[in-house]
């Protein structure tokens, strides 16, 4: 999750408004081709030239003849499974010697009279926002970031997204340091505890082994025994309202104490599974979205013993009840839904529409236009029972909608919980909701609402999931125990059938501290499982053994991205081979072992290691080269004593204080003055996002699992599109 802070509160926001926003400049001369084909790690070519006939591949007739026809120029991508082309309408482009892949051709007609300035942008201090923060406009870029929004297809999605890795990767607006690594702590009676870059592990999946030690740990009766995790961390939920939560430890809490529609299993991070939503499917175009709820889930309210059963509607005033709150999470939905026009349906309307024809479904790799329910579920491997349909209407299409889904923050709580009295009374007002708006009488934005209260004071006090609150103490700890009532209880008995040497957890336990010597006591004694240890203090949980168990670290990529901003509208940086040759003079080696202490890995473009459209394929590695540097420099023809590069940071950040002296050093070898200013944070976001800066470093983090959320603020740049077409053709 990204950073929360107001910055990125706000650059989320504005970056999310953007989609339908944008404006460009046509590149190249009519009938030219730019061919980016497969390069050697050490390359200092920016675009390779046109495939000869001594090319590996070869042409596909019916593809040249398509964008002959419908390009005016072309810029060819060659992607692992796909040729990307894409290139401004009209005729006279020339290709050749495609690869024998299958081509996706992308044309758009920019509106220039639409498009925004960057003048204008930066007046606006949209770096970040509509523009991304190097300010630099490519409208090919443009054209396959707004395409991969609306493509529901994951197949294609992926090769757009490879495309603009690679396009990225040449042209370099931001130099991509790398990602983040992580380091998890914990006994090696613990197992299958799995990562996920968005979603904390679901704990009713991990294990314990059955001899592992018992111990107490202070609180109450409670003992660390197999079946019970003790996490020793730190933090707090803002809210136990997921409606006003948006940072970490909140979203691991709901993951495990409630259901979204969909989820990413375990470590999975390219495809969602099924949850509270059996199937979906959607329209043509993508606009509407069809999710069939699953039957018999009840939501438990242990205080009282009674439990709630989960249907369609729930789904519906959940998502509605999020929106109206107005807390900063809900952009997501402001943006891609229109709640006003969505609404929960019975299986038998839903019939009909599926009868009528044009309802897609994707899953698992596999596409399909289903005609019934029951063609729906068994196309999901589905045979149980339903609660009704949710109908979610989005303004626009967007792929990375089921990514937006699974947030924790989206849980469903059921209606009748949060309404009490007012249940009967406001279903019938809104015509069971089909005229959602009308609960604007039940619920009231801001957290003075009576049903953000009651959530807040009972901690939830309804929940789904595989475990429920028992009992907590503000900073202190929080319990968490089995839920009885589980949908999915059976799969705690398949794991221990499988695993006959494991416990299946039974209860959670978060000893709450912000003290690193504390947690880490707490570890050493085996009084936690598991325990937050900063990347330095290492050395005081490594090699322990507490009987036949030893302590473990485990180091796995995030998907935080660490980064230089080069201000591609301001010289001599708006030239692209200045732009690389920093980039070869940048000292990565250096960065991860000084400043990171071996906690970063290289990636080379803005998609997440792992991430849908992340490649290896095509891609330029850079690496520490002085030489090739000054080779680029020469080429680009500017000098660099004429030139000033002043590289800001966020002042109190350390790091960050580290990676510019470096910098400073190296870049200075290539002739340029180079100087470093730490700014205040809000002094940071003001100037950057005008564009009043030459250099700055900064991190992101995802809001979902999704490419759109980096790839969107790293390089779209506000074009506008009178159109914007593509064309599969089968290689």
Known sequence: MRAKTTLALLVVFLVAFSVAASGCIGGGQKGTTTTIEQTSGTSSTTQATQTTSSSVSVASSEAVKYIEAHLSNATVINTEKYVVVVGPEGSGAKVSGLPNKPVIVVSYKANMKKTPTIQELMKNQQGFGQINPAFLRD?????????????????????????????????????????????????NWVHNWYY??????????????????????????????????????????????????????????????????????????????????????????????????????KAYDPKSGTTYTINATDVEFEFWRVLRAGYSVNWMLATYTDLNKSYAMSDSEFEKILQNGGVIADFNGKTKEVKSLKDLLSFFGYSGPTAGVYKLVLPHPYGGILSVLADPYLMVIPAKYMLGDKYEEAMKASDWGRKPWVWSKYVQPGSKDPIHTMLQDNMIGVFTGPFYIKEAKQNSYIVLERNP??????????????????????????????????????????????????????????????????SKIDSFVTPDMVFIVLNAAKKPLNNELVRQALAWATPYE?????????????????????????????????????????????????????????????????????????????????????????????????????????????????DFLDPDDYVGPFLQSAVVFDSLNYKVISG
């Open 139 to 187: 409208p090919r870029m443009d054209a396959l970031i707004q395409l991969a929004r609306k493509v529901t297809d994951p197949n294609i999605r992926g090769a757009l997204y490879n495309a603009l890795y690679i396009l990225a990767n040449r042209e370099v607006p931001e130099i991509i340091l790398g990602d983040a690594k992580a380091a998890r702590v914990y006994w």
């Open 196 to 297: 996920n870059p968005v979603l904390a592990p679901r704990w009713d999946l991990v294990m314990e082994d059955k001899n592992a030690p018992s111990v107490s740990i202070g609180i109450g009766n409670y003992k660390n025994e197999p079946g019970t995790i003790v996490e020793a961390t730190f933090g707090w939920p803002s809210s136990f309202d997921p409606a006003f939560d948006y940072e970490t430890f909140g979203w691991a809490l709901y993951h495990n104490v409630g259901d979204t529609l969909v989820t990413y299993w375990e470590n999975e991070t390219k495809k969602v599974s099924p949850d509270l939503a059996v199937a979906w499917a959607h329209n043509k175009d993508g606009t509407v979205w069809y999710f069939v709820i699953r039957g018999g889930v």
């Open 485 to 550: 009532y589980y949908w999915n209880a059976s799969v705690w008995s398949k794991l221990e059938q499988k695993y006959p040497n494991y416990v299946v957890t039974k209860r959670v336990i978060y000893i709450i501290s912000s003290d690193a010597t504390t947690r880490i006591s707490l570890f050493q004694k085996g009084v936690a499982d598991i325990a937050a240890v900063p990347v330095d203090r290492l050395n005081a949980v490594k090699g322990l053994t507490l009987g036949k168990f030893q």
């Open 590 to 702: 250096q960065i991860y072992n000084a400043v990171y202490k071996g906690y970063m890995v290289p990636n080379y473009g803005p998609i997440p290691i792992g991430w849908l459209g992340y490649t290896g394929y095509n891609v330029i590695k850079y690496k520490y080269n002085l030489a090739k540097a000054l080779q680029l420099i020469r080429k680009s023809g500017i000098n660099p004593k004429d030139y000033t590069l002043t590289i800001y940071y966020n002042t109190g950040n350390t790091q960050r204080e580290k990676i510019a002296t470096l910098l400073q050093n190296t870049w200075g070898q290539l002739g340029f003055k180079v100087s470093v200013t730490p700014l205040s944070w809000p002094t940071l976001l003001s100037k950057t996002a005008s564009g009043d800066f030459d250099v700055y470093i900064v991190g992101w983090a995802p």
